[in-house]
């Protein structure tokens, strides 16, 4: 290009300087001269100069003219070539990155943090939960200590409250060698200190092991493995939510109320460790599961079926046989929207029937060594149950509508337990008798066979797109029960304790509150009251809801909580 304008520009300049050394010479010749036929003068040849000048002047005009073009020209072809490197590479990047999204996406947000091998074969979510609530929790007529030895039990403190972290969670869950084979782990830690509440006066009333043992310490809940067998079968191993009711089978995370209901909490299984088959169709699935037991929280304090299986080692076998299985019919709706306890406006309706069953047959093992297999004379002065067992049967019913604004849920439950070899865990300390030593230090008692009945109701309501409020009630009652050895220990004086538990009145008791859905369930705030117009026995007591034991009055619990999940 530049080649181009140097001989354009060096004709042109020949062209002139040809032009001007021909007049030139022409007068240098003579004093007159022709061109073109005419007489050249001095006269004459000055203005034909001046028009050579003026041509001159127009050439060079024309050659910047295309000097011009030709730098214009050579800029745009640069910009194009430009443009078209710049067009290249981002061709060449999205048809990498088509290819890197055919292939799998191997890290991002997906209602979750993830990461996922470029073949789609390896997956880990990575989640997790906090929850920070405040409870205030008022018994209008605390224990007087004077008042006797039974009510021991009891709580002498008017009013708890203060903050605590009741579900702070880290969360694993994926597959592996593909989709058919996922798992989970998932912890919680631990918000108390000690695992019982104590009186003013030093008297431990309740505990609670499964509310934590140890500030902070992580506790497993769920690490199970999971296979699908196709045509909607899978088998499951590991530890997890027995199946059974309603109220265990919704998260936590998605509660109505921020946590389970006092008649879930105690009558239904929690976690055990076993193996589970399932079956999941287009309006049907159900499961069943063998482990080593269900989370014995009938009574609060005082075991009837005595197990707690929450990861207990091989040799702390917790029962000799556990059957728990769950079945559920859907009339309507989809599977994903019985997930959680509420319908958001808009939501098609839903309804949903759920039944379950559990039967358990065990000893009472309350060590790594030591079963209750041996006659004892106790300290009140007659023999405790040598190899006796505890066998616990249970069914229960329940409900779920969702009407697109407004849900309602019902759950109902039965409970039989014969229980032969029954202990109050309150100061537990484990038995140590034997034939050579027959004294324990914490007898167990037959008590006969227990018949406890439950029941809870509860609805709400969307009043704004993001607002829901709700209102429920819970009832348990002993339905029979033959506590006359736990009467001989309470009126002996030495134990009082043991007859509080003996003849429970009712529970019966009203929740209500609402829910700012801020971002779904993912991140919400919620407020409730719990009131129990009438004493609350101490075989009712539930520390996780701030339900405390009462001997003569009534008592109201107040929560707030603000929930994440990631």
């Given at each position: ?67 011009a ?48 091998s ?124 027995l ?23 105690h ?15 287009d309006?049907i ?8 037991g ?8 005082y ?33 994903d ?29 309350l ?14 002065g ?21 009407l ?23 100061d ?14 914490n ?29 429920g ?6 339905l ?20 509080a ?30 009131y ?35």
């Open positions: 290009m530049r080649r181009m304008r140097d001989r354009r520009r060096a004709a042109i300049t020949s062209g002139v300087a040809l032009a001007l050394m021909t007049g030139t010479t022409l007068a240098a010749g003579s004093g007159a001269g022709t061109v073109d036929g005419d007489d050249l003068t001095l006269e004459a040849m000055a203005n034909r100069l001046a028009e050579l000048e003026k041509q001159n002047d127009t050439l060079q005009g024309r050659v910047r003219e295309l000097e073009a030709d730098g214009e020209l050579w800029l745009t072809e640069r910009r194009a070539t430009e443009i078209r490197g710049i067009v290249n590479d981002v061709l060449a990047d999205a048809d990498s990155r088509a290819a890197f999204r055919d292939s799998g996406i191997t890290a991002g947000w997906n209602d979750g943090f993830f990461l996922q470029p073949d789609g074969r390896f997956r880990l979510n990575v989640g997790g939960m906090v929850q920070a609530r405040y409870q205030y929790s008022h018994i209008r007529s605390p224990w007087n200590p004077s008042d006797g030895n039974e009510y021991q039990t009891q709580d002498d403190s008017s009013k708890r409250f203060g903050w605590d972290l009741p579900h702070t969670r880290l969360d694993f869950s994926g597959h592996v060698f593909g989709s058919e084979t996922t798992f989970r782990v998932m912890g919680e830690f631990a918000n108390t200190r000690p695992d019982y509440f104590t009186t003013n006066t030093g008297s431990i009333i309740v505990s609670s092991p499964e509310y934590g043992s140890r500030n902070g310490g992580l506790q497993l809940l769920d690490a199970w493995i999971a296979r699908d067998l196709g045509s909607g079968f899978s088998v499951r191993v590991g530890q997890f939510k199946p059974f009711d309603l109220g265990w089978e919704v998260a936590i995370a998605n509660q109505m109320t921020g946590d389970r209901n006092a008649t879930a909490l009558f239904g299984l929690g976690r055990s460790q076993g193996i589970e088959l399932g079956f999941r169709g309006d699935r159900a499961r069943v599961a063998l482990s080593e269900a989370e014995d929280n009938l009574f609060s304090t075991k009837l079926a005595t197990t707690q299986p929450i990861n207990s080692p091989y040799f702390q076998n917790q029962s000799d046989v556990s059957i728990s299985a769950r079945a559920e019919w859907k009339l309507l709706g989809s599977w929207d019985f997930d959680r306890m509420t319908s958001p406006p808009g939501e098609e309706s839903g309804l949903l029937l759920g039944a379950g069953f559990h039967w358990q047959k065990n000893k009472v093992y060590n790594q060594t030591a079963i209750n297999l041996t006659q004892q004379i106790n300290q009140f007659f023999p405790s149950p040598a190899n006796n067992y505890n066998e616990w049967v249970g069914v229960t019913g329940d409900l779920t509508w969702n697109g604004g407004a849900t309602i849920t019902a759950s109902g439950y039965l409970h039989n337990v014969n229980s032969g070899a029954s202990y109050l865990i309150q537990f300390s484990l038995i140590s008798g034997n034939q050579d030593n027959p004294g324990g230090s007898p167990t008692f037959d008590v006969g066979t227990i018949q406890l009945l439950g029941a809870s109701l509860y609805g709400s309501a969307y009043v704004t797109s993001d607002i829901e409020l709700f209102a009630l819970d009832w348990m009652k002993l029979d029960g033959d506590f006359a050895e736990l009467a001989v220990a309470g009126n002996s004086g030495l134990l009082g304790t043991y007859n538990y003996s003849k429970p009145d009712p529970y019966l008791a009203i929740t209500f509150g609402g829910t700012w859905y801020i971002d779904g369930e993912d991140l919400k705030f919620g407020a409730s009251c719990t129990a117009g009438s004493e609350v026995s101490p075989n009712w007591t539930t520390p996780q809801l701030g339900i405390r034991s009462t001997p003569s009055s009534d008592m109201y619990v107040v929560r707030a909580y603000f929930q994440l999940l990631f």
